[in-house]
């Protein structure tokens, strides 16, 4: 069934944490996957930072996008609300592929993104030299201890929750190698996951490769796993020249 597209409204607007100082590595990647993706379905949007932009947002997650009166966060609902206003990626696929497609979504954020919270909240050089200094930033003393404690004591127990409790950074960073390994394999030589034209699960890998790769932490071993696979790299570089141009003039070059 084909949707006629509704007109996207010029003012629509993605609110993120402030860029420089205080977003941390997963929310910067679930960002830039939104990004990605509108870019993707050429649909424009102006993104806005705001200190207080995770309280914003109607699940307290971020980014989230403000498009007429409707206010929507994360990837999923946002895929499902720009299909609702007839633009979609992923139309053209066959039921398997999108079966395929959500799978491997899953795996990113399965995986991917709960290394990048691990990373963040539960590994101490991390949290003390990086993560509690930026969530806190925009915060007077003592909210700022306040607010990345009650982040940090969130994180752990999610993390208890799913079975990451008790693992170490290397295993960690032994899973972030396997998802690695499953998308290089999985995308081969293609220039995007199903051939030629890019969908949801393209701006979402590109999303967390581009972030990871292009973030300081406090040592690589992160972003090392990223680069062992040269068709990611090629990938995360293909996706920025043709929908970021401007976008720092070509980090990854």
Not at 55 to 80: R, T
Not at 108 to 125: I, K, P, R, S
Not at 220 to 227: I, P
Not at 236 to 241: G, V
């Amino acid at each position: 069934m084909y949707i006629a597209a509704e007109p996207w409204p010029e003012n629509a607007t993605l609110y993120q944490q402030l860029k420089g100082e205080q977003i941390l590595l997963s929310d910067d990647a679930a960002s830039l996957a939104v990004q990605a993706f509108l870019q993707m379905c050429n649909l424009p949007i102006k993104v806005v930072c705001r200190a207080n932009a995770e309280y914003m947002s109607p699940s307290g997650k971020v980014p989230f996008i403000h498009v007429g009166n409707q206010v929507v966060s994360e990837l999923g609902p946002i895929v499902q609300f720009v299909k609702a206003k007839g633009h979609s990626l992923s139309d053209g696929l066959e039921e398997v592929q999108k079966a395929e497609m959500k799978a491997y979504m899953e795996l990113v954020n399965n995986m991917l993104l709960t290394a990048e919270l691990y990373l963040q909240w539960c590994d101490e050089a991390t949290v003390g030299e990086i993560t509690h200094a930026r969530y806190g930033s925009p915060y007077p003393w003592p909210l700022n201890h306040i607010l990345a404690y009650q982040k940090q004591w969130e994180v752990k127990r999610k993390m208890k929750a799913i079975g990451w409790g008790k693992k170490t950074l290397d295993q960690v960073l032994e899973d972030v190698d396997q998802c690695c390994q499953a998308l290089s394999q999985r995308l081969g030589t293609q220039p995007y996951f199903f051939n030629k034209q890019p969908t949801e699960l393209d701006a979402l890998v590109f999303g967390h490769l581009y972030t990871i790769l292009t973030t300081q932490l406090t040592n690589d071993e992160l972003s090392e796993k990223v680069k062992n696979y040269s068709n990611l790299l090629a990938f995360c570089r293909r996706i920025e020249q043709h929908y970021f141009e401007d976008r720092g003039k070509g980090r990854l070059s």
